[in-house]
């Protein structure tokens, strides 16, 4: 099993390399893709707060590869593969030693975790932090020691300055704090200590943006508070549904079985077998609700990325739980669990890496067509733009905003996206009399849950009138 | 357990107060630029044949464009209004958007030095010209393509500070006064401007200008803003007094 473990590791390493996503394929991809190039808030590249580790990890990558894109896919294939370490050490707590290694390979495996780390997006880097992380929580609870007790703090900073939306593992922290029973004078001591260390991002960001940065931060914030309770209901679930929909289809069919019914029916033989023996220590179920709870309330639904932490901390402790007591038959289904954890995944990254995202496919099919037209889309505009198209595109939320950029065009033909007409019919304006498909872009789902399918349509008003 | 769970709940409390949505940094795009955003609306209200709606929206930067291009403009373009001449609005907006580029261009070189503001600068000189770009493209598209390239070199000659350190580019002046001629002459020939010395700046209009950048943001003066900021301080003080007495 150890020798099994350790080429399915080296595999799912080689992979980071030879599959590391080359395509910015949606608006945030691009947002960072483009820092490479300019660091520039102001620019959105990369937009607030300004990712400053992830970005600079993907400058080093830089100077050695070429499309940027590439590049931070690499740093973030380069970071996971350092998380290595610290599940391998936590997996040594909680099962016996020569399991630690299957253990460690089943979760770097995981399908779906594979393909996010081979994408340019700042997921992958925060991910394997966050490894680092639990570990150094795992530890403090169990040390006095100074060094020990700082480590979760600076390692709690270095995950902020990656993904900022981390941020409610920070109650790992205080569990530690709470159980070790600290006195009022360390408890301040350590949480200057901890602000401080948040600072060294924050003054790096700032320093590259200046004055600017204060009042970036405050529209940022101000703008999410008018959003809240405002636009945002037109489209909100149910509670229930919400739910859900989280639960069974981000966390399990999505981040678990990466969509696939072989990795679904293998999880569920392995949840059957292990129901009545999993265990989880309090630390990491506090970890677990809390972000939970985070991605329920302020986390957009719609990409199952968001509960990764999730998917990652509830396997390790699936596989923990199953590996703690070993028959013939267990380990049998955990070895194909693991085999074709890997198959799935490395194909999965190599279709990523290889197949055109649609947004791509859009960019280069319009850039055929006859002009002279305008193409009207929500977040595909900035793919568009990241590709240097030479034919004008706009971003359009309202119909009210529609109707004036399109008076620039009058002789144009006007495009728009499935976005933009769902957008359109959820302000109660009907489509169907202007609207006729035009053609469909296709490519993967799991890769790309909001972008991966887009549908072109045009637009005609004269029809009305005759 | 109990206190544990009262902790997740204040810090959900805190968090959900701020949810991140995809669309959230589209709000408050520092880099629009008022004059063009005027604009966009009033060409669609001429077509809509409402000038009266024309006037209120003109009405709303007639200050700003009085203060750095002079009252002619004004003075042509609410004649136009009143006289429901709508071609002759959209063409005269068109110039005072010119105008607009060369104004901010010209502040740029003045405050070359001052990476902050010169970029902020730069970034609503680009919004100015993104919404001439339709005109320009429909009339010539290579030079659309070509003005835009030299907003981007523009930029560049900004410089960049870099991110710890790296990635660090020094400023060129020369290079940014040659994309800024490159594109002035453009635009004045495209718009048949006989003349696009705006002659106002002083430094007055600096000042002016920082007082627009405060209202262009969120207003730091106004206590609504500060609330969201607040109440979040105020619920991780609560979690920490709670925390502090329990222990005791």
């Given amino acids: 099993m150890r020798f099994v473990s350790i080429i399915v590791l080296v595999a799912i390493w080689m992979s980071y390399f030879v599959y590391a996503s080359p395509f910015a394929a949606t608006w945030d991809e691009v947002d960072f893709a483009l820092a490479l190039e300019r660091y520039d808030l102001l620019a959105m590249q990369p937009h607030f707060p300004g990712y400053p580790y992830f970005i600079f990890g993907g400058m080093l990558v830089h100077s050695f590869v070429d499309n940027p894109a590439k590049a931070l896919a690499i740093w973030n294939g380069l970071l996971m593969i350092s998380a290595t370490i610290p599940i391998y050490l936590l997996a040594k707590v909680f099962v016996e030693k020569k399991y630690a290694w299957a253990v460690t390979a089943l979760v770097q495996s995981l399908s779906y975790v594979m393909l996010i780390v081979s994408q340019p997006m700042s997921e992958g880097s925060a991910l394997a932090v966050l490894w680092w992380y639990v570990w150094s929580l795992q530890r403090a609870l169990h040390s006095d020691r100074v060094d020990v007790q700082l480590l979760p703090l600076w390692l709690f900073s270095v995950m902020l300055g990656i993904r900022l939306s981390y941020i409610p593992f920070g109650i790992g922290i205080l569990y530690v704090w709470w159980k070790r029973a600290y006195r009022f004078k360390k408890l301040l001591l350590y949480s200057l200590i901890a602000v401080a260390f948040q600072f060294i991002w924050i003054v790096a960001v700032a320093a590259t943006e200046g004055e600017g940065l204060w009042q970036l931060a405050l529209s940022f914030t101000a703008g999410h508070f008018t959003k809240w309770g405002g636009a945002i209901s037109t489209d909100e679930l149910p509670f229930w549904k919400r739910i859900r929909i989280l639960i069974f289809y981000n966390i399990i069919w999505t981040g678990m079985a990466k969509q696939s019914i072989w990795l679904f029916s293998c999880f569920v033989a392995l949840l059957a077998m292990t129901w009545k023996r999993i265990t989880m220590p309090s630390l990491y179920r506090l970890l677990l609700l809390t972000y939970f709870l985070w991605a329920l309330f302020a986390q957009n639904i719609e990409k199952p990325r968001h509960i990764l932490p999730i998917v990652v901390i509830v396997s390790f402790f699936l596989f923990v739980s199953a590996l703690q007591s070993s028959s013939r038959f267990r380990l049998t289904v955990m070895l194909i669990l693991l085999l074709s954890q890997t198959i799935i995944g490395t194909q999965g990254v190599k279709q990523q890496a290889t197949q055109l995202p649609a947004t791509y496919q859009l960019a280069y099919d319009f850039e055929q067509k006859e002009k002279p037209f305008i193409l009207f889309t929500w977040e595909e505009t900035r793919v568009l733009e990241y590709l240097r198209v030479s034919f004008p595109h706009a971003r359009v939320f309202s119909f009210h905003v529609f109707q004036r950029e399109k008076a620039a065009f009058p002789h144009a033909k006007v495009y728009v996206t499935d976005h933009v007409v769902k957008g359109f019919q959820a302000q109660g304006v009907d489509v169907r009399p202007y609207i006729r498909p035009v053609r469909m872009y296709e490519s993967s789902l799991v890769s790309d849950p909001v972008y991966g399918r887009i549908t072109v349509y045009e637009w005609r008003e004269e029809e009305k009138r005759e | ?248």
């Fill in chain 2, 1 to 248: 357990m109990k206190k544990c769970l009262f902790f997740c709940m204040l810090m959900i409390l805190v968090f959900t107060s701020a949810p991140i949505s995809s669309f959230a940094y589209s709000y408050g795009d520092p880099n629009e630029e008022a004059v063009a955003e005027a604009y966009k609306e009033m060409i669609a209200k001429v077509q809509e044949k409402k000038f009266d709606e024309v006037k209120a929206i003109y009405e709303t930067v007639q200050k700003e464009i009085d203060m750095h291009m002079g009252p002619e403009p004004s003075a042509i373009i609410l004649e136009a209004i009143d006289e429901k001449d709508g071609d002759t609005v959209v063409s005269a907006m068109q110039k005072v958007l010119v105008l607009n580029v060369a104004r901010r261009l010209e502040n740029v070189e003045k405050n070359f030095d001052n990476y902050d503001t010169s970029k902020r600068l730069l970034a609503k000189a680009f919004a100015t010209y993104k919404a001439l770009s339709p005109i320009v493209q429909q009339k010539d598209a290579e030079l659309d393509e070509k003005l835009k390239q030299q907003f981007d070199i523009a930029l560049q000659s900004l410089g960049n500070p870099g991110l710890f350190g790296v990635g660090k580019k020094e400023s060129n002046i020369d290079q940014f006064k040659e994309s800024k001629r490159t594109i002035l002459e453009a635009l004045q020939d495209q718009f048949e401007l006989e003349n696009i010395e705006t002659g106002h700046f002083t430094e007055e209009d600096l000042d002016r200008l920082a007082a627009a950048k405060k209202k262009e943001w969120t207003d730091l003066s106004d206590v609504k803003n500060w609330i969201p900021i607040i109440a979040i301080v105020m619920v991780i003080v609560a979690v920490v007094v709670y925390a502090v007495r329990k222990r005791k």
